[in-house]
């Protein structure tokens, strides 16, 4: 809901769910994905994308059957949903990114109970209509993803030297030879790693949020400047 009370519009339902009510900065919610596939961007590329797709349709659907799924029974049906698309980002892994797929396969099951997923279906698409629940659910996939994306950069460049399997951190000698710049940080591989990145993000996150807060607070309780006339009278009384 936007201040004024009514439903909120696709954009806000955006905005909310990627910045302003981010799940994971909010809530730290979904972070057992974050632990597990996020040492490597192009894995964590693959997941974030099946995770942005479940949670789209899976929203738009159940908004659109949202008048006639049995209240006794919402929550199997959801997941039932929710299951359908996730066995068509597993299906997709293992025809297009087989190799890929074998590393992270055990975690794509896992979305079907993503608290995120699970929580925009439940919260939002059955009180609201299928477009802006679609939006909704697009904003909660994008915001969770960037968290995602951020940690793995940091992840893959420190543990591994490399991004997106590349290897930038090289030196060449004056001989030719080429060698290893950079002495991999093996935490980083390691789940603490992901641990240790992902509450920096948050931690940094919050204080701008909080130091924004503070500003607009400050900017409201200033006085108003005086206009001209205010001014013009001012001076008079000073006289």
Excluded at 14 to 37: E, T
Excluded at 40 to 59: A, H, P, R
Excluded at 61 to 85: D, E, G, N
Aim: proline content about 5%; hydrophobic content about 55%.
């Amino acid at each position: 809901m936007n201040g004024a009370g009514n439903p909120p519009t696709s954009g806000q339902a955006l905005w909310s769910q990627f910045w302003d009510d981010n799940p994971v900065f909010r809530q730290v919610l979904g972070i057992c994905s974050a632990l597990a596939v996020t040492n490597l961007m192009f894995n964590t590329l693959l997941m974030c994308g099946g995770l942005i797709w479940t949670t789209v349709m899976s929203s738009l659907t159940v908004s659109l059957l949202r008048q006639y799924i049995p209240q006794r029974v919402r929550m199997m049906v959801q997941v039932l949903i929710i299951s359908v698309f996730v066995i068509v980002v597993d299906i997709a892994l293992r025809t297009f990114f087989y190799e890929t797929y074998k590393d992270i396969a055990a975690y794509v099951g896992l979305i079907v109970t993503n608290c995120i997923v699970m929580g925009r279906v439940e919260s939002f698409a059955v009180k609201n209509k299928p477009l802006v629940s679609a939006f909704d659910g697009l904003g909660a996939g994008l915001g969770y993803s960037a968290v995602l994306m951020a940690v793995a950069v940091v992840r893959e460049i420190l543990g591994f030297g490399t991004l997106f399997n590349f290897t930038p951190f090289k030196v060449t000698l004056i001989s030719g030879e080429t060698v290893a710049g950079w002495q991999n940080w093996t935490i980083m591989v390691m789940p603490p790693g992901a641990f240790f990145v992902l509450a920096m993000i948050v931690w940094g996150a919050r204080a701008w949020a909080l130091r924004r807060q503070r500003v607009a607070a400050a900017a409201a309780a200033a006085p108003a400047p005086l206009q001209r006339p205010q001014i013009a009278t001012a001076v008079e009384g000073a006289k």
